[in-house]
């Protein structure tokens, strides 16, 4: 019987690979890997976010694209950090009775969907 297939990484096309492997270093501490004009790998703890430069615009999506959720420990202070860098509530943070989450549209269309449990 083979092995179980392994997940390798998620892939996000973005005009600007540098600026939106700044977008994800700095607005939620992603290690940078390695970072070109054309191509960023970036992790946290096990996952891998892989960017590749695309000029086609037509596979940029300006509605939703991909959508990476995070568990984080204050959900304020990182969408003041991800606003800072570019992104946009896509909704009000909504304060649920199993903790508060949010949406965000990013830079590229992509979206992140924030929670920080109760």
């Known amino acids: 019987m083979a092995g179980a297939a392994t997940f ?5 096309l973005h005009k600007d690979v ?12 992603f290690t940078v890997n390695v970072c070109t004009l054309r191509w960023a790998e970036l992790q946290s703890g096990s996952l891998k976010l892989s960017l ?3 000029h086609n ?3 940029l ?4 694209s991909s959508l990476l959720s ?3 420990t204050d ?5 003041t950090k991800l606003m800072a860098l570019g992104a946009e509530l896509d909704g009000p ?22 929670y920080e449990p109760a």
């Open 8 to 12: 390798r990484w998620i892939l996000q």
């Open 18 to 29: 540098p600026k939106a492997a700044r977008f994800y270093s700095e607005g939620l501490d």
């Open 52 to 54: 590749m430069q695309s």
């Open 57 to 59: 615009n037509h596979l």
């Open 61 to 64: 999506q300006k509605g939703y």
């Open 70 to 72: 995070f568990t984080v």
């Open 75 to 79: 959900i304020n202070t990182t969408v």
């Open 93 to 114: 943070i909504k304060y649920e009775i199993h903790g508060k989450v949010a949406a965000m549209r990013c830079i590229d269309g992509h979206m992140l969907g924030l």
